[in-house]
Every structure is written in structure tokens, then in C-alpha cells.
């Protein structure tokens, strides 16, 4: 059974991430979510509210908040594969330097990157934050029960 890890901060999660995580499941046998917790910055919506969230979008999803080293986590959970997004060059040039320290962390867990769909290429957390600010639409970007919850925070 290989346990595939998506970790990142989902503040919020958005269409991008559902897909990689839908990918992820059609490929391995399981895929868990973690939220790294990031003592040094408070971040948007409360991790709770993060996890409230990604298990509304995605049903029977295993998620978890984490602090420390991610391929401690991913140890923990059994899982030996770290599931990862690109949508362009420049979070390749980010992704594959935080895959080789992993991989010189533990050899034995293997990061896998899956291409955006085109459509997702432009969607991040943190447009979505930004655009949330401004009162614009952002149907494009998350799922309504996130749209939601954003409009409550701000
Ligand atoms: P963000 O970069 O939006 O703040 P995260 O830190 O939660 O998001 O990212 C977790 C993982 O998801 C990273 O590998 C990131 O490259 C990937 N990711 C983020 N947004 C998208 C998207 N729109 N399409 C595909 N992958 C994405």
C-alpha cells in the first residue's frame, strides 16, 4: 500500500490543490493532507478552519496539522511517497531544491510532482487572499464553501 503526502499550508485550498490531491488518489492508494504549521506566521484562516475546509471539498480525506520536518510527518504516517505541484518554472526551480534536501533527508521517500492543468496554472492561495480583500470574484479559483468562509474572515 504507497501512502502519498500533500503537504502545504492550504490558506486557502483552492481548485489547484483539489486536483492534485484527486490525481494523487487515482494513483496511490492513499493520499493524506498535511498543514505545516508555521509558528512565525499567523496565516489567514485558522488551521482548524483550513482542515474544516479541505475535508469539505474533498470527502473522507485524512487531514492533519504538523509541525517540524515534513518527511518526519510523512514517517509517522506511513507514507513514502510526497505529492507536490508545479504550475510553472519558477515553482520547479522552488519545488526541486525542497525535493533534494527531502530526498537527502530520507532516501527512502520519493517526491512526485503533478502538472497544474492549465486552467489552475494561475490560481494560488495567496491571489486568492489578495483578490478576497478587494471583494472580487473568485468562483474560478475555490469551491463556494470556501468562498464563503473567506467573505465571514475579512
Ligand atoms: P500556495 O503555493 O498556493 O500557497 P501551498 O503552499 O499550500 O500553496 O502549496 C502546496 C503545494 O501545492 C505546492 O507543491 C504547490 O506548488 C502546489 N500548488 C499550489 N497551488 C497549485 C495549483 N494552482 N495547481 C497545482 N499545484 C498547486
Known sequence: MTIALYAGSFDPIT????????????????????????????????????????????????????KGLTVDFAKEHGATVLLRGLRN??????????AQINSK????????????K???CFISSTSVK???SYKQDISDFVPSCVIKNLFDTI
Open 15 to 66: 481548485y489547484g490543490h483539489i486536483d492534485i490531491i484527486e490525481a494523487g488518489q487515482n494513483i496511490f492508494d492513499k493520499v493524506i493532507v498535511g498543514i505545516a504549521i508555521n509558528s512565525e506566521k499567523k496565516g489567514f484562516l485558522p488551521i482548524e478552519k483550513r482542515i474544516e475546509l479541505i475535508k469539505e471539498c474533498i470527502p473522507n480525506i485524512e487531514v492533519y496539522s504538523y
Open 89 to 98: 518554472s519558477a515553482d520547479f526551480e522552488y519545488e526541486n531544491q525542497l
Open 105 to 116: 533527508l530520507d532516501c527512502n521517500i520519493k517526491t512526485v510532482f503533478f502538472t497544474a
Open 118 to 120: 492549465p486552467e489552475h
Open 130 to 132: 489578495e483578490l478576497i
